[in-house]
Each structure stands twice: as structure tokens, then as C-alpha cells.
């Protein structure tokens, strides 16, 4: 394929928890920070292998199932969601975990970014997004921590994240090359990456204006028009996003990102992966964002706002 030059980056400011820890903590932010080996001393780092959460159980003893994502939702199809049991997919995450993530691979080869310096511009390897086809069982965005409150204990979020807000929680858990499509939520968000490499493109608020909102509906979330993986097909969408600039994260086991609302991103997975997004807002955020997200969310389930056109029933792009 023709080579595909894309918007520039720059790699996401970058800390040690233990250097954090020793600044006085995490603090008032606008902007992405990646806070290496955030997990290293919780519970879920030893907790949530994919062994271990094969064998969850519900309160009668029986294995959980729930309902799988398959493929791109954001800007793809929204297909019938799979009800599948957990148990042997995470057995087969385990399985193919245990093959190494190459050097070589992904929108920046690692051997590439551990060259970089800060601040310096790069450009991304778009012909990746070419070498895979996302659609694959992907369990996205399942409450865990409601259906399993004694895992709430293995994340001391708190650490992080000082001082009151309404939280709420979501896993992913897929295999290699899962891909999130384009979008912003509402709210702040810790993501804990507690197995597997995921690959963060992010672009800041100052950058709305390249990035196409789509009207298809996601509860918390407005979601982008311009499919990363499709430059090929749709070069008017690189055109705009050519101008953006842009922010790059590695998010490694035992690391969490910490991404700002409003922050536009996209997530490609290079390896088997669990992952733990938590989500808050403060008293002022639910007032001026929560409700007003609440309210549409009544209106659509109702059928009364972007009926058939969302993530969360199955329709055609």
C-alpha cells in the first residue's frame, strides 16, 4: 500500500509511581500522564492473570458468561453481541500470552520509541493497522467490580486518584490486535493495564476540530467518524487528521494511563490483555456532564435520541 505519513507525535509525558509518589502525588492535570509500574505493589498484579480469572465463579457456583463485543463498534458495524462463557476464552487468552510481543511490531515498533527523545516528532506506522482485521470476541466494557466486588480490593485507585468522586469501572479483556475505535469521554479516566501492551493514540481537546464527531451514539462518550485503520480507503479523513498533533502512549503490564476528559483516543492491543478503566467524576462534573449524559441515555433507550444508530444495538454502519 501507499505509504501513509499521518499526523505528528510526540511520546505521552511519562513518571515512576515511586517518583510520583515522592513529588506528593498526582495532583491537579489537564493532560495525559503515563505512570510507570502504578500497579507493581496492588493485588490485581498478581490477581488478574488470566488463570486466575478463569476461575471466577458466580455466588451459585456456576462460571459467568457475558456478552462479547465482535469487531469495531465505534466506527464499524454494531453486530448481535455473543453471549459466551468467560472461563475457557480467558484459558485461551493464557495460552496465547505466552508468545512475546516482537520489537517489531505495532504503530511504534518499541526498538523505534525506546530511540526517541522527549519532545521529539515521529510519525506512525499506519500499514500496521492494515496487518489484521479486529474482528474478534472482545469482552469490553463489563462492570466487573458489581459483579465481583471482592476484585475491588485490587486496585488501590485511591493512590492515584486522591479526594471524593463518583467512580465506576469497566474491563476489557481480548486478544492481540483488539482495536477501540476513535473517541472522548465525558468523564476522567484511570487505565490500569494489569496484563498485556496496549497502544494509545490520543489528541487533546485543541485538537476537536480535526477530528470529525460522529453522531452515532455511546453512552459517556462521543465517537469520531475517522477509522485509523481504513487511511487507505478514506484519505479525505487523513487529510484532517494530518493537521492534528498528536500524543502516543505505551501502556505496558503494570502501568495506568491516566487520560483527561474530552482527550480523543483510540487503543490497539499488541498482546493478550487485561485492562481496568475507571472512570470519575467529581460533585461539580455530575452536575454540569453526569445528568445531562443520564438524560440521553434515558432518551435513547426510550427510542427517542440516535435510535438505531449507536454501539449498543446491532444496526449497519
Not at 463485543?69 to 484459558?91: D, F, K, S
Not at 480490593?153 to 465506576?168: E, K, Q
Not at 481480548?174 to 494509545?200: I, M, S, Y
Not at 485538537?207 to 467518524?225: C, H, I, N, Q, V
Request: net charge negative; with cysteine; charged share 20%.
Amino acid at each position: 500500500m501507499t505509504q501513509i505519513l499521518g499526523p505528528a507525535f510526540t511520546l505521552v509525558d511519562e513518571i515512576d509511581a515511586l517518583q510520583l509518589a515522592q513529588e506528593g502525588g498526582f495532583g491537579e492535570r489537564t493532560g495525559p500522564l503515563l505512570v510507570k509500574g502504578a500497579l507493581r505493589n496492588w493485588p490485581a498484579q498478581e490477581n488478574w492473570s488470566f488463570e486466575k480469572m478463569a476461575q471466577l465463579r458466580n455466588k451459585d457456583g456456576s462460571e459467568p458468561a457475558r456478552k462479547f463485543q465482535n469487531g469495531l463498534v465505534e466506527q464499524g458495524e454494531t453486530q448481535e453481541r455473543p453471549l459466551l462463557p468467560i472461563a475457557p476464552y480467558l484459558r485461551e487468552l493464557a495460552a496465547l500470552a505466552t508468545e512475546p510481543v516482537s520489537d517489531e511490531a505495532g504503530l511504534l515498533p518499541n526498538r523505534r520509541r525506546l530511540q526517541l527523545q522527549p519532545g521529539e516528532q515521529f510519525y506512525l506506522n499506519w500499514a500496521h493497522m492494515q496487518s489484521f482485521t479486529p474482528h474478534q470476541n472482545y469482552l469490553a466494557q463489563w462492570s466487573i467490580l458489581e459483579d465481583f466486588p471482592q476484585l475491588r480490593g485490587d486496585f488501590d485507585i485511591r493512590s492515584l486518584w486522591p479526594g471524593w468522586r463518583w467512580t465506576w469501572e469497566s474491563v476489557f479483556m481480548g486478544p492481540a490486535n483488539t482495536h477501540t475505535g476513535l473517541h472522548r469521554d465525558v468523564p476522567n479516566n484511570w487505565f490500569c493495564q494489569a496484563r498485556g501492551v496496549k497502544e494509545f493514540v490520543m489528541f487533546q481537546p485543541s485538537e476537536e476540530a480535526f477530528m470529525r464527531p460522529s453522531k452515532k451514539y455511546d453512552w459517556g462518550a462521543t465517537l469520531s467518524s475517522i477509522n485509523i485503520a481504513r487511511f487507505d480507503e478514506h484519505p479525505e479523513q487523513l487529510r484532517d487528521l494530518e493537521q492534528a498533533k498528536g500524543l502516543y502512549a505505551r501502556v505496558e503490564q503494570g502501568d495506568a494511563l491516566f487520560i483527561p476528559k474530552r482527550t480523543w483516543h483510540a487503543v490497539v492491543s499488541l498482546a493478550p490483555s487485561i485492562s481496568l478503566a475507571v472512570f470519575g467524576l467529581t460533585a461539580k462534573e455530575i452536575l454540569l456532564s453526569g445528568v445531562p449524559t443520564a438524560t440521553k441515555d434515558l432518551l435513547h433507550n426510550m427510542h427517542l435520541y440516535r435510535w438505531g444508530h449507536c454501539i449498543c444495538h446491532k444496526h449497519l454502519a
